[in-house]
């Protein structure tokens, strides 16, 4: 529940962290993937983190992944920039990379649908 307060930055604050309950639970995903799979929940989990570090692994090495059904994992690098803050200090911000996920279009799709499945049962 949204406590009654003036300042609109924390009612958006809070509504925000009242979403964040809505996500699944990395078990939650494991128990799912194990029933569907009739696979033992600890392969499962193994499973993920083997994907999850060949992925890490090929981003460090610069070689983007593609994985058709979900989207392409790659690497992305900031440039280096001067920014000026609000109280007139000029500081420098050090360039780096990134992970970046661009969801394949059929992923897209599925979860637009959803998406507008759920909009319109409000």
Do not use: C
């Amino acid at each position: 529940m949204i406590k009654e307060t003036p300042n609109k930055k924390i009612q958006t604050r809070l509504k925000a962290s009242q979403t964040r309950t809505n996500s699944m639970k990395l078990d939650e995903l494991v128990s799912k993937v194990s029933e569907r799979t009739n696979l033992d929940k600890q392969d499962v989990r193994r499973v993920f983190k083997s994907t999850m570090l060949e992925i890490l692994y090929s981003l460090k090495k610069g070689v983007s992944v593609n994985w058709p059904e979900m989207g392409v994992f790659s690497l992305r690098y900031r440039k280096p920039t001067t920014k000026k803050m609000p109280n007139g200090e000029i500081i420098d911000a050090p360039g780096g990379g990134y992970a970046r996920l661009d969801f394949s279009p059929m992923f897209s799709r599925s979860l637009k649908n959803i998406t507008l499945k759920a909009k319109a049962k409000k």
